[in-house]
């Protein structure tokens, strides 16, 4: 099983809001409010810069440095859900390999999972910086699958974007979407459009879908 992490472990989507709005603000563009963020954001994260009057070549050359150390200077206000260490607990439990493809950068994810009292139930953690293409495509997911050395029919991959669902599909494994109300990236009404196997409200429903009683 694999895991995104912004808005799916880490409650970090007022940290991303505030780390992009610093990045508009620092290219002289107008930052969102959050509910105008949450329904224009999107994967892979270069087109909302274009969108926002950025060229595409700074969205993709210079925008991942800032992103990264703007996101580095909020990140001890960033908090794992709190079914995230029993959900992880269990899943293990279960002799299930756990590991993360997220774009949330590798330092800054690093630091979180190591204060953490999770960072040893993953085999495998990639974040930004350890691939080229972010998702949609299935870059990260494919990446995980070949170190864990598993297949993709019998994996899963757990996310809270709609961006989650299409590169799950993409990397030939099941998706499942979580959604958290005011924590999530995305509405919950975005996420069915893109119909994932399932659509879970905690991590620890997923125990009862591997499980086969949901």
Known sequence: MIFDASGTILNDFSVTW???????????????????????????????FVD??????????????????????????VELFPDVEEATESLKDKSIKLA??????????????????????????????????????PESILMVLNKLGVSATETI??????????TARRAGVIPIAIYRREASY????YLEEEHPAFLISDLRELVKIVSGNI
């Open 186 to 189: 995305h509405t919950k009404s």
């Open 157 to 166: 991959y757990v996310g809270d974007m709609a961006e989650d669902i299409i």
């Open 100 to 137: 993360i493809a997220s774009q949330t950068p590798k330092e800054a994810l690093s630091k979180i999972l190591d204060g953490s009292s999770i960072r040893d139930k993953f085999s495998v953690v990639v974040g930004m910086g350890d691939y080229q293409d972010p998702k949609p495509s």
């Open 52 to 77: 926002k009057g950025i060229a595409l070549d700074a969205a993709k050359l210079e925008l991942p440095a800032l992103y990264s150390k703007f996101y580095l200077e909020l990140v001890d206000e």
């Open 18 to 48: 505030q780390a992009v709005a610093k990045i508009l603000v620092r290219f002289g563009k107008q930052a969102d409010d959050v509910i105008t963020f949450r329904k224009n954001f999107r994967l892979p994260y270069w087109n909302y």
